[in-house]
T-cell receptor
Framework: ETGVTQSPTHLIKTRGQQVTLRCSSQ?????VSWYQQALGQGPQFIFQ???????GRGNFPPRFSGLQFPNYSSELNVNALELDDSALYLC??????????????FGPGTRLTVL | GQQLNQSPQSMFIQEGEDVSMNCTSS?????WLWYKQDPGEGPVLLIA?????ELTSNGRLTAQFGITRKDSFLNISASIPSDVGIYFC?????????????FGTGTRLQVTL
C-alpha cells in the first residue's frame, strides 16, 4: 500500500506567477483534501475533491482552484501569487463511502516560497 | 470560525518523563484526532477517537475523548528524543458534503537528554 505523495517538494515563485502542485492519493482512497499551513500555525482547509468535483471549500479566494482525476490524484492551482501564499501545502486523502467518512492521511507537503 | 485551543503551547521535558497535553472546544464534535508533525513533513495520524469517554492507546501514547465531547487529551509516557515535534489535535467538521479537519493551535514538544 502506497501512501500519499506530493510533488514538487519545494518551489520558489515570484509574485503574480501561477503554480500547480500535485498529489497522488493513498491506494484505495477516493477523496483528496488540500490544506495550507503557514509557518507556526496549524493546517487550514482549502477545499476537498470527491468524484472529480469540489464538494467543500474553506475561506480561500477563487484564485485557488483544483482538479481531481479519474485515478483520484489531484492538482492545486494558485493564480496571481501573493507573498502571503508562502506556506507548506498539504494534501490529504481519505476513503468516503456514503454518509460516513474515514480519517485523512497526509502527504509530506510542498513548500512554496513566493518572492 | 471554529477554534480548538491546545495547551500547553510548548514544553521542554527530560527524557523518560511523562507528557500530558489537552485540547478544548466550545462546540461538540463526534471525532477527535491527534496528529504529530515533524519539521518539513506532513502531519502523521497518531490516534483517532470516535466515542465520548473512549480511551485509546498506541504504544506509549494514550488519548481520551472527553465525556462532554468538547475536549480531548493526549498522554505520552516515558518520553524519548524522537517524540520531539508538534502535536496537533483535530476534529472533523462537516461543511456541506465535505468533511474538513480543523486543527488546534499545536503543542511543541522538546525532549532533552
Amino acid at each position: 500500500e502506497t501512501g500519499v505523495t506530493q510533488s514538487p517538494t519545494h518551489l520558489i515563485k515570484t509574485r503574480g506567477q501561477q503554480v500547480t502542485l500535485r498529489c497522488s492519493s493513498q491506494s484505495g482512497h477516493n477523496t483528496v483534501s488540500w490544506y495550507q499551513q503557514a509557518l507556526g500555525q496549524g493546517p487550514q482547509f482549502i477545499f476537498q475533491y470527491y468524484r472529480e468535483e469540489e464538494n467543500g471549500r474553506g475561506n480561500f479566494p477563487p484564485r485557488f482552484s483544483g482538479l481531481q482525476f479519474p485515478n483520484y490524484s489531484s492538482e492545486l492551482n494558485v493564480n496571481a501569487l501573493e507573498l502571503d501564499d508562502s506556506a507548506l501545502y498539504l494534501c490529504a486523502s481519505s476513503l468516503v463511502t456514503g454518509p460516513s467518512t474515514d480519517t485523512q492521511y497526509f502527504g509530506p507537503g510542498t513548500r512554496l516560497t513566493v518572492l | 470560525g471554529q477554534q480548538l485551543n491546545q495547551s500547553p503551547q510548548s514544553m521542554f521535558i527530560q527524557e523518560g518523563e511523562d507528557v500530558s497535553m489537552n485540547c478544548t472546544s466550545s462546540s461538540i464534535f463526534n471525532t477527535w484526532l491527534w496528529y504529530k508533525q515533524d519539521p518539513g513533513e506532513g502531519p502523521v495520524l497518531l490516534i483517532a477517537l470516535y466515542k465520548a469517554g473512549e480511551l485509546t492507546s498506541n504504544g506509549r501514547l494514550t488519548a481520551q475523548f472527553g465525556i462532554t465531547r468538547k475536549d480531548s487529551f493526549l498522554n505520552i509516557s516515558a518520553s524519548i528524543p524522537s517524540d520531539v515535534g508538534i502535536y496537533f489535535c483535530a476534529v472533523i467538521f462537516l461543511t456541506g458534503t465535505a468533511s474538513k479537519l480543523t486543527f488546534g493551535t499545536g503543542t511543541r514538544l522538546q525532549v532533552t537528554l
